[in-house]
């Protein structure tokens, strides 16, 4: 499944389009192409698709970093900071960012790079030239599968592989799109893996007690040094060249792996910038006066000598400038778990191994007592809720807390439902890997409203379909039979938002229930059942087909259920992954009623700016403070760049979490709101960056 680069259906230019993640980016020309199959050689990277146009000139509809690099990769020109270039007559690659595939140019002309107010455009001078487009999936496949039988030792021996996976020893691993997806993991009665995988020579082990509750918060470290793993009493890391790093202590085992991944992880990220990408790096600015590093020196250095250094540093010295991690997942230390191993490393998540009853029942404080306002559809008080006669059949001891996490995201691979976390599993997650490409390029959306008195709701139609670069086909359904929500659920959808009741029975349908676990073959990839306590039926939609969703773990009312569906479809539609979303959201709507299962990274659609922006704004005496955030995606994981285009600087950011306060006036401030439509919260309130000025705020 390769990208399909086609003339654009309603502009002149190219429409590019990744069939494996749903993602689609446009290139404009001013006048019409006609693309003829290109050579994929002609770029010194690997590219699967190619061709060839003719054209004075190509606008990006957003506002890209572009790396200027010779035919052989070497780097000639960058422009961060939106710097406008002009580069003389010559052979040039140019690679754009923030595209959701990997996309580069190949042109022998002059070049003018301007940068305009949401686009950037690239002139090669009055008389058309011959241009060639190259893309790449962000998306990989694992290599092959290893079978491991029920033997903390078999295990290590699989672990001992996953860095195979990667595509580089050197710091530069540390970007995503150099980390393939590890081998999976299956049970058996013998262990058994393909004679193609082989694990990389880094000269790096890991030896710990042969114990799941050792390997299992192992793995990501792992697969990111491409580690062998052997049983030992103590656990440590040892490299050839004889040092030796301890991995316990008063800390506790698992925070101590989950820093020392930080910790190498950030430093090649700081040591990287001597390489492909010689940017002006925030974090590098941050810390380099702190520690007695040379970065020019350990660039060239082995993967042991670059340990030795990097962990001879304090911890406390980098930790106030660690990019917030990506993901956290609690697996339970379990057999029947080995294979979700593989799906952590690939996000290198942050995983601990706690006890199947280590965890606390889940609270009731007020913001979830406030949503339980009877059993039946109506209470005495006249409040409608989205419930319908008795809840459900499960008991509330199935729903607890986790301990916490400071991660973006937190899932939980075990028994019951946990409170702010994602219940994530194994299916969900093959699935994203097994997806087929799709017939059509839009994004099919389902909205089925079953009860009269919801139909405002129906209002969230209008928050689907809005992005420039990609057509949604959203349909509107009212009232839907139990068969008809069913064979609707037997299609190939997007996305199937479901409004109305839910109780033990299933979805209320006017002629009866819809009982998802009555299901065998579900084929809608991400759902949202916006009803009252509906994380039963939700489960059931994963198990018989679908990637992801979101339910409710409690009862909520009907204009509770209308302010969170609206919410979720804007934040979906601007590529929030489902996750995300709901954490949005509930920062300012809803408590933690919502949560998520399956896969929490699923997002329906890719960001236009690779990853997701978040500003915190407030007032201050002279302008206001953006306080700038950033969601990473799934092809867009720990290590990626971010330009924040604030304030004209050059200087980029390690894309994760909070980046940075920038102070800004009222039109720097709407220009921010222009780049990219996105979520802004300002006095506890959410708002949409297109619908807001810096006058609205100061006024509301």
């Not at 900071?81 to 754009?96: A, C, F, K, W």
């Not at 991400?526 to 969703?549: D, H, I, P, T, W």
């Not at 969170?564 to 709901?582: D, E, F, M």
């Not at 960056?689 to 810096?694: D, L, P």
Request: hydrophobic share 35%; charged share 20%.
């Amino acid at each position: 499944m390769e990208p399909r680069i086609t003339t654009h259906a309603s502009q002149t230019g190219l429409d590019i389009f990744d069939p494996i993640e749903h993602a689609q980016f446009a290139l404009f020309t001013p006048t019409a192409v006609d693309p003829t199959t290109s050579d994929v050689a002609l770029f010194p990277v690997p590219i699967t698709t190619a061709v060839r146009i003719e054209t004075t000139d190509i606008e990006i509809p957003s506002l890209s970093n572009i790396y200027v690099r010779s035919p052989t990769g070497d780097l000639l020109a960058e422009t961060s900071g939106q710097t406008d270039r002009s580069l003389p007559h010559g052979e040039y690659v140019l690679e754009l960012t923030t595209a959701p595939v990997k996309l580069y140019l190949r042109v022998e002309s002059t070049l003018d790079i301007e940068y305009r107010d949401a686009t950037v455009r690239i002139s090669f001078g009055t008389t058309p030239v011959c241009v060639h487009v190259g893309a790449r999936s962000f998306h990989e496949q694992p290599a092959g599968t290893i079978t491991v039988p029920d033997d903390p030792r078999d295990l290590m021996d699989a672990v001992s592989l996953f860095g195979s996976a990667l595509k580089d020893t050197t710091s530069e691993r540390s970007f995503p799109t150099l980390r393939g997806h590890p081998p999976l993991l299956e049970r058996g009665e013998t262990f058994d893996a393909p004679s193609d995988i082989k694990s990389p020579a880094t000269g790096v082990r890991l030896e710990l007690p042969p114990e799941y509750g050792y390997v299992y918060p192992a793995v990501s470290l792992a697969y990111y040094l491409g580690a062998a793993v052997e049983p030992a009493q103590t656990p440590r890391l040892v490299t050839t060249d004889g040092f030796e790093y301890r991995l316990d202590g008063p800390l506790g085992y698992e925070e101590v792996v989950s820093r020392t991944l930080q910790q190498v992880f950030f430093f090649d990220c700081l040591t990287r910038t001597e390489g492909l990408y010689e940017v002006d790096l925030h974090e590098r600015n941050q810390v380099e006066p702190l520690v007695d590093l040379d970065f020019e020196t350990l660039y060239d250095q082995s993967l042991p000598e670059q340990l030795a250094a990097y962990l001879s540093v304090p911890f406390s010295v980098v930790e106030p400038y660690l990019p917030q991690w990506m993901l956290t997942m609690d697996i339970v230390p379990e057999s029947d778990h080995a294979p979700m191993l593989p799906f952590a490393a690939a996000q290198l998540a942050f995983v601990r191994s706690p006890t199947p009853d280590g965890h606390d029942p889940a609270p009731t404080p007020d913001m979830l007592t406030e949503f339980t306002r009877g059993t039946d559809a109506r209470t005495a008080g006249g409040v409608l809720t989205r419930s319908a006669g008795k809840l459900h059949d499960s008991s509330d001891d199935d729903i607890f807390t986790p301990k916490e996490t400071d991660s973006l995201r937190h899932a939980w691979v075990g028994d019951g439902y946990p409170l702010g976390a994602t219940k994530a599993t194994k299916k969900a997650y093959e699935r994203q890997l097994e997806q087929e490409t799709p017939e059509q390029s839009s994004i099919t959306i389902h909205v089925v409203c079953n009860d009269a008195q919801m139909e405002s709701e129906g209002v969230v139609e209008e928050f689907y379909g809005v992005r420039e670069l990609l057509e949604f086909d959203v349909n509107i359904h009212y009232g839907l039979t139990s068969e008809e929500v069913r064979e609707l659920l037997e299609m190939s959808v997007d996305f199937f938002h479901f409004i109305g009741h839910v109780d033990a029975n299933g979805l209320r349908c006017p002629d009866g229930h819809l009982d998802a676990r009555t299901l065998d073959d579900v084929n809608v990839k991400a759902f949202l059942l916006n009803a009252c306590r509906s994380y039963a039926q939700g489960e059931a939609l994963v198990k018989a087909g679908s990637l992801g969703g979101v339910v409710t773990l409690s009862e909520i009312t009907n204009s509770t259920g209308t302010q969170v569906g609206c919410a979720l479809a804007k934040a979906l539609n601007r590529g929030y992954p489902l996750q995300a979303a709901v954490n949005l959201v509930q920062r300012v709507v809803a408590g933690y009623s919502y949560m998520t299962i399956g896969d929490g990274g699923l997002a329906l659609v890719q960001s236009k700016s690779g990853c997701c922006l978040l500003s915190d704004v407030a007032k201050t005496t002279e302008g206001w403070q953006l306080d700038l955030s950033t969601v990473p995606m799934r092809e867009f994981n720990m290590g990626t760049l971010f330009d924040p285009t604030v304030g004209g600087s050059s200087t980029q950011y390690l894309a994760s979490g909070p980046l940075d306060s920038f102070e800004v006036t009222d039109a720097e401030l709407e220009r921010h709101f222009t780049i990219d439509n996105h979520p802004v919260v300002y006095d506890g309130d959410l708002f949409w960056s297109n619908e807001i000025t810096a006058k609205d705020l100061r006024e509301s």
